[in-house]
Nanobody, 131 residues
Framework: QVRLLESGGGLVQAGGSLRLSCAASGRTFSTHAIGWFRQAPGKEREFVAAIAWRVGSVTYTYYADFVKGRFTISRDNAKDTMYLQMNSLKPEDTAVYYC?????????????????????WGQGTQVTVSA
């Protein structure tokens, strides 16, 4: 099992930036992908971004269309921490953001954006963007 702890959420004005962190602990050696998802009030949880890696193989990153060019996902292997840099935030980005870990390594958008690919989830961090 991998334990995940998100941080970095908060209240920001439209056009501002936040950087979310996802600190992993436990069986991190078996993790090959981290995804960020979000859930706004009254809406289903949706895919935001993902990063997939494996030693000796290509690292893939994927983004939902509505965050392309604004959000960047990255990882610090030494710290077992993943980041989601969010720029040009909009009120519609308001949601609880979750990170999730997967043992699958895949080079496909479908696999990495599918919530069913992920085994362990964090508790979430609230992001609120005011107009």
């Amino acid at each position: 099992q991998v334990r995940l702890l998100e941080s970095g959420g908060g209240l920001v004005q439209a056009g501002g930036s936040l950087r979310l962190s996802c600190a992993a602990s436990g069986r991190t050696f078996s993790t090959h992908a981290i995804g960020w998802f979000r859930q706004a009030p009254g809406k289903e949880r949706e895919f935001v971004a993902a990063i997939a890696w494996r030693v000796g193989s290509v690292t893939y990153t994927y983004y939902a269309d509505f965050v392309k060019g604004r959000f960047t996902i990255s990882r610090d292997n030494a710290k077992d921490t993943m980041y989601l840099q969010m720029n040009s935030l909009k009120p519609e980005d308001t949601a609880v953001y979750y990170c999730a870990a997967s043992t699958y390594y895949s080079g496909t958008y479908y696999q990495n954006s599918n919530q069913n690919s992920y085994d362990d989830w964090g508790q979430g961090t609230q992001v609120t963007v005011s107009a």
